[in-house]
């Protein structure tokens, strides 16, 4: 089966920086995902890993440890706008294009 | 491009009563999905399509129907709706192969089942 799991709350500071883990135990593996959802809207796509490293992009940057089953997403310079909540997915199993979620990271982001 | 889009984006029902939720896209994506999202359990996959023709069930399919008749249309129907399907539904869709961009969702459907 498939397995992710992700903390359910973090809060932060502005400015701050905030790390959200993510654990995976899937059958197959060909990429893992980071979501970002507001609150009352779709999610949308923050960013990709499929190979082990480190992926940046702005102030968001991915992490990824395939033998670890574990990937990190970094928020740095938090800011009022990022409070929402971070959806890891894993693309796995034997159908191309499918989509495992965590339950998903709600971060609210303190003044 | 529209991109994915879902129609209605508010439905009350009764219990009993039947209806369609409908998804559309038109980037010629193989692959579309439906999942709902209920708080604290994130995304759950109900079911989906990797092209014309061909559905499969996802991890909570029970009460809900598909076709893919086309590769444009993904409509999810509700046969006698009830309570424990209140909820809110994403549609979503990604290219044949895919690639870093992933799937893309439409703006969800949120229904309430009385």
């Known amino acids: 089966g498939q397995n992710i799991d992700q903390p359910t709350e973090m809060t932060a500071t502005e400015g701050a920086i905030v790390q959200i883990n993510c654990t995976y135990q899937?059958?197959?593996?060909?990429?893992l995902f980071w979501y970002q959802q507001h609150a009352g809207e779709a999610p949308t796509f923050l960013s990709y890993?499929?190979?082990?490293g480190l992926e940046e992009k702005g102030r968001f940057s991915s992490f990824l440890s395939r033998s670890k089953g574990y990937s990190y997403l970094l928020l740095k310079e938090l800011q009022m706008k990022d409070s929402a909540s971070y959806l890891c997915?894993?693309?796995?199993?034997?159908?191309?294009?499918?989509?495992?979620f965590g339950r998903g990271t709600q971060l609210t982001v303190w003044p | 491009n529209a991109g994915v889009t879902q129609t209605p984006k508010f439905q009350v029902l009764k219990t009993g009563q039947s209806m369609t939720l409908q998804c559309a896209q038109d980037?010629?994506?193989?692959?579309m999905s439906w999942y709902r999202q209920d708080p604290g359990m994130g995304l759950r996959l109900i079911h989906y399509?990797?092209?014309?023709?061909?559905?499969d069930q996802g991890e909570v399919p029970n009460g809900y129907n598909v076709s893919r008749s086309t590769t444009e249309d993904f409509p999810l129907r509700l046969l006698s709706a009830a309570p424990s399907q209140t909820s809110v539904y994403f549609c979503?869709?990604?290219?044949?192969?895919?690639?870093?961009?992933?799937?893309?969702f439409g703006p969800g459907t949120r229904l309430t089942v009385l």
């Open positions: 997915a894993v693309r796995g199993g034997s159908t191309l294009g499918r989509l495992y």
């Open positions: 399509s990797v092209g014309a023709g061909i559905t």
């Open positions: 980037m010629n994506h193989e692959y």
């Open positions: 890993n499929v190979l082990d």
């Open positions: 979503a869709s990604s290219p044949p192969r895919p690639r870093k961009d992933t799937q893309y």
């Open positions: 899937t059958s197959g593996f060909n990429g």
